[in-house]
């Protein structure tokens, strides 16, 4: 009843839906799974991503090294096992993120779980348990939740596997990183702003950590770097979407 007399529009183009879907066809079909590329063997950059001109022209497939790994990875750039997203940020997938994130749209959580899982990288290895990247108190106060708890706490329940929510935390509030171009500003920018349990839980543990958005890959390296640190022996990172770099 409620349906029919507020009808669900869709997140991205504001038209109803035929079916009882979020997300309307036409826009779910939009939407850029990074499995059809060529990606880095290690953060999971599509090849080409970065140097493609605008946004909605095809990437170059064009793998960088014989290895498959990006120029950064070669250079060991990052402390996580390995990091996959699901998506390209942009269009759909990016209006809901935003709207999800940022305008209360909760409810969306269940349809973006819904294009993880059935999008799911095939080539992570086994994990123990799925730790969310955190907010700052400060910003849960205001957002009221965290996006990236609602999406691992998802991820972990329809895997059957445990959610740890408290394993990690963010200690200093940071400058959002999407406003920051400089990747040396957002290193230094989230640099010292987590910390993980130091009680023993990440001992010997496999850790897959999720976020909405991967963008220089600096948060997912400073939470993995604190899991380590904390004995986890492998961090993996998935999230929901890839942003360029800009
Ligand atoms: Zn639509
Ligand atoms: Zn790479």
């Not at 499995?35 to 064009?62: H, L, M, R, T």
């Not at 940022?102 to 080539?123: H, Q, R, S, V």
């Not at 230094?188 to 976020?211: H, I, P, Q, T, Y």
Request: aromatic residues 8%.
């Amino acid at each position: 009843m409620l349906d029919i007399l507020f009808p669900k529009v869709c997140p991205s183009c504001g038209e109803v839906p035929l079916g009882r879907e979020e997300i309307c066809r036409i826009c779910l079909e939009e939407i850029r799974f990074i499995n059809n590329w060529e990606f880095c063997a290690k953060c999971g950059v599509p090849f080409g991503y970065y140097n493609s001109q605008e946004q909605g022209e095809d990437f170059d497939i064009v793998p960088q090294k014989a290895d498959n790994l990006c120029g950064k990875c070669v250079k060991g750039t990052y402390s996580f096992d390995k990091a996959r997203s699901i998506a390209i940020y942009e269009g759909t997938i990016r209006d809901m993120i935003i709207s999800f994130k940022y305008e209360g749209k909760i409810g969306y959580a269940e349809a973006l779980l819904d294009i993880i899982t059935a999008n799911f990288p095939d080539d992570l290895d086994e994990f123990d348990c799925v730790v969310p990247v955190p907010l700052h108190l400060d910003k849960l106060r205001l957002r009221e939740y965290n996006q990236s708890v609602i999406l691992a706490g998802g991820i972990a329940k329809r895997l059957g596997v445990m959610c740890d929510l408290f394993g990690l935390r963010k200690t200093r509030d940071t400058i959002p990183q999407i406003g920051i171009r400089d990747e040396s500003e957002r290193r230094r920018n989230v640099k010292g702003a987590f910390s993980a349990a130091e009680d023993g839980r990440f001992k010997d543990r496999s850790v897959l950590l999720v976020d909405d958005v991967f963008t220089t890959g600096s948060t997912s390296d400073e939470c993995s770097k604190m899991l380590l640190k904390s004995g986890a022996y492998k961090v993996q990172v998935l999230t929901l979407t890839r942003a360029r770099a800009m």
